[in-house]
T-cell receptor, first 114, second 116 residues
């Protein structure tokens, strides 16, 4: 399976600032996604990162708050903008290498907003 | 619409006990995939198994076994002779065929604590 490197692994940020999370995959993948896991909760899909075009956002998530870039088939970034304490979560990059294969995840970014 | 239910929020067992984690799913598709993931305290999500809807054979991998029953829409996970390292949150997930990831639905998770 693909090796997914995500950084930073954790960060503590102040309210009102922004954080960009990077996701690097060791092979080209068609499907790349960003998930959020709020404390004690399950995983919620934020968006599908599309190579060369705008990301596809799920209901409740907007581009202004969570801008995503995907310049190529191995790299993506997620920015959490204008953060508030409610944004404190684990953010996970995931990939699917082939149709209907399992989702594989990076180690996640544990974000705390104070 | 897809849905995954894990009725057990938290389970505690003593080491060497067997434990079964329940998963019930809902889907209208006839072709779909079921998954189990493990999330240890360190936070990473580890893929454990994938089953497709046409394969109802039970599977065993070491101390882990999975029981898939379409008649009851269940995909239960049993750990035999549990160990402290099995302590984690376990997620069951469902993906309908044709949905690349947008409809990869996770259950709420079951937190398993294995006590020494």
């Amino acid at each position: 399976s693909a090796v997914i490197s995500q950084k930073p692994s954790r960060d503590i940020c102040q309210r009102g600032t922004s954080l960009t999370i990077q996701c690097q995959v060791d092979s080209q993948v068609t499907m790349m996604f960003w998930y959020r896991q709020q404390p004690g909760q399950s995983l919620t899909l934020i968006a599908t990162a599309n190579q060369g075009s705008e990301a596809t956002y799920e209901s409740g998530f907007v581009i202004d708050k969570f801008p995503i870039s995907r310049p190529n088939l191995t790299f993506s970034t997620l920015t959490v903008s204008n953060m508030s304490p409610e944004d404190s979560s684990i953010y996970l990059c995931s990939v699917r290498t082939v149709y209907n294969s399992p989702l594989h995840f990076g180690n996640g970014t544990r974000l705390t907003v104070t | 619409a897809q849905k995954v239910t894990q009725a057990q929020t938290e389970i505690s067992v003593v080491e060497k006990e067997d434990v079964t984690l329940d998963c019930v799913y809902e889907t209208r598709d006839t072709t779909y995939y079921l998954f189990w993931y493990k999330q240890p305290p360190s936070g990473e999500l580890v893929f454990l198994i994938r089953r497709n809807s046409f394969d109802e054979q039970n599977e065993i991998s070491g101390r882990y076994s999975w029981n898939f029953q379409k008649s009851t829409s269940s995909f239960n996970f049993t750990i035999t002779a549990s160990q402290v390292v099995d302590s984690a949150v376990y997620f069951c997930a469902l993906s309908e065929a044709g949905n690349y990831g947008q409809n990869f639905v996770f259950g709420p998770g079951t937190r398993l604590s294995v006590l020494p």
